[in-house]
């Protein structure tokens, strides 16, 4: 029998449905009896994680807490949170509870690790909250991180990023992001996808560089932790 997992989403949660969804696709199982037991807080009303971060909106700090502890108090034994902004709060959720706290964007360094050297530059597509405070570059210092120019940024990523939030729409953010990919200077040898709406946007899309899904890649290590371990 696996392990209990909590999933500490609602932001968004079109990309809460989607973890759920990529858990189950992964999951070898025989018949369904077999799969997970996966228990969802889906709380779209914890306050924005850009704003949180720059300090221009509240801390969603206590609410992620809480949320935390409510799915540890209901028996998860691993918690998952699919949302790259979040990460900037990753210590302060993982010192709310006594079980384990996925690292989303670890778990990604170390898969760009398996088959890029240290020193490759790798694309960023992300929140600008997350570039301007290095969410990704502080914890992955390995790699040297290329990031849209500002103007770029704001008119194609996080336009993109809000339309795939608001509209739950793909096509355009897609052509939006695939722009900026082109864009980047360098030109870099990988790309991460690092905000669940551009994740959203790009799965299933061929680019010039291989592009890297962090919460694809964080379903594939709920399913080792909770279901091959467990």
């Not at 690790?113 to 909250?129: I, R, W």
């Not at 103007?151 to 052509?175: F, M, N, S, T, Y």
Request: net charge negative.
């Amino acid at each position: 029998m696996g392990k209990i997992v909590g999933i500490l989403g609602g932001m968004g949660p079109m990309s809460t449905a989607d973890l759920l969804r990529k858990v189950t696709e992964k999951t070898p199982v025989r018949n369904e009896r077999e799969h997970l037991r996966i228990l969802i807080d889906s709380r779209p009303e914890i306050p924005d994680r850009p704003a949180g971060l720059m300090g221009t909106g509240p801390s969603p700090v206590p609410m992620l807490q809480e949320s935390a502890r409510m799915l540890e108090a209901w028996g998860a034994e691993v918690i998952a949170v699919p949302c790259n902004t979040a990460h900037g709060f990753l210590a302060d959720v993982q010192a709310a509870v006594r079980v384990e706290v996925l690292d989303m964007i670890g778990i990604v360094g170390r898969e760009i690790s398996k088959t890029f050297p240290d020193g490759t530059s790798v694309g960023l597509l992300s929140t600008t909250a997350a570039q301007k405070l290095r969410i990704f570059h502080d914890r992955l210092p390995q790699f040297d991180l290329v990031v849209p120019q500002a103007e770029v940024q704001e008119e194609l990523v996080a336009g993109a990023i809000l339309q795939v939030k608001l509209e739950d729409e793909v096509v355009e953010p897609r052509k939006k992001l695939m722009r900026v990919v082109g864009s980047l200077d360098p030109a870099p040898a990988a790309v991460i996808a690092g905000c669940t709406e551009v994740e959203l946007a790009l799965s299933g899309v061929e680019g010039p560089s291989p592009i890297f899904l962090p919460m694809d890649l964080l379903a594939e290590e709920i399913v080792r932790k909770a279901w091959r371990e467990g």
